[in-house]
């Protein structure tokens, strides 16, 4: 799994005109883009990401999603092909709107009581064939202790971890503190593969994101007004190039990840994941992609993460249905 919202300080008309949790899938007509896109509505659990993880909404009236680039703006840095990182994920709750991400490692610009920590890490490998023959490339975003909080579930106190392989992506929780109602394994998505080394080309040069930190990182974002509020999607590169314990020549680590969170139920306002050892390190199979074919059945049943339902006392002990926050799973590519 996602990373857009103008009411994070951003120009609203440039990210609207021009954001996961990545794509690169074009078609190289109207008709193929047309096509596609309605073939993926047929299917449940397919979010749009303006082509940062499927291409669904992208079409020739979008740019197929690439957004457009100023003669003044840097050029699009590049992720290598295989990469490991630990990260401490921030969920702000107050004072977002006057102090908007990127934040430092702890954010300088918010209180202490402002957030909440915890930690985390992702490994990813772009060439990665799997198994079913869908797709390119894997993924694994492992949250410890605090699950992703984009959806509507109030408690996120246990350890999950999406992952993708190829196409599909799961999601999977664990024995030690997973809640009892939810399953080891589910289909996130039959569409969400990992975003591609070159996925920037999908968002927005962000001028004033690129401001803060004393003009230290360049920002990239993706704004929509959605029916359940505004959703920012962003990502950040320090602008020096730096080497690691694995590539010495050096380039541009990223910095953060920034999002919308869900914000009634989750209490998530505005989450950022801060990259601690971005290194150029090929993930162990066995620890990260095999864990799908350990823990999911050969046809995993699609999440409901984002129509969440928990146990109700008040209702005897059913599922009762919990409105949808985040806004994630309403997100429209423009000029459909």
């Known amino acids: 799994m996602s990373p857009i919202l103008s009411q994070y300080s951003l120009n609203i008309n440039t990210m609207i005109t021009a954001t996961i949790l990545l794509s690169g899938l074009f078609f190289s007509s109207t008709s193929l883009a047309n096509s ?41 840095p590049i992720l290598p092909l295989e990469w490991i990182s630990d990260w401490v994920m921030f969920r702000v709750k107050k004072d977002y709107k006057d102090n908007p991400p990127p934040y430092t490692n702890p954010p300088s610009t918010l209180k202490p009581e402002d957030y909440t920590i915890s930690y985390g890490t992702s490994f990813y490998d772009a060439n990665y064939l799997p198994l079913h023959g869908d797709g390119v490339g894997a993924m694994m975003v492992h949250y410890d202790k605090y699950c992703l909080p984009i959806f509507p579930i109030a408690n996120n106190l246990y350890t999950c971890s999406f992952i993708s392989l190829g196409n599909k992506t799961y999601f999977l929780t664990y024995r030690h503190d997973r809640p009892a109602h939810m399953p080891a394994c589910c289909l996130f998505s039959p569409n969400h593969h990992p975003q591609r080394p070159d996925f920037v080309k999908h968002l927005n040069y962000d001028f004033l994101r690129s401001k803060q930190l004393n003009h230290s990182v360049l920002a990239y974002s993706r704004e929509q007004l959605t029916l359940h509020g505004q959703v920012l999607f962003g990502f950040a590169f320090n602008k020096a190039t730096s080497p690691d314990a694995f590539n010495t020549p050096g380039y541009q680590h990223p910095h953060s990840f920034f999002f919308s969170g869900d914000f009634n139920t989750a209490k998530a306002p505005i989450v950022s994941q801060n990259y601690t050892s971005f290194r150029t390190e090929k993930p162990n199979p066995e620890q990260t992609w095999e864990r799908v074919s350990r823990m999911c059945p050969a046809t995993p049943k699609p999440c409901q993460l984002f129509n969440y339902s928990t146990i109700s006392e008040k209702n005897n002990n059913k599922f009762k249905p919990i409105p949808v926050g985040s806004g994630w799973d309403k997100i429209k590519s423009e000029n459909n």
Request: glycine share 4%.
């Open 36 to 76: 596609d896109k309605a073939s993926v509505k047929k299917t449940a659990n397919v979010y749009e990401t303006y082509g940062v993880h499927n291409s669904l909404g992208c079409n020739k009236k979008n740019h197929f999603c690439l957004s457009p680039r100023s003669r003044n703006a840097p050029s699009n």
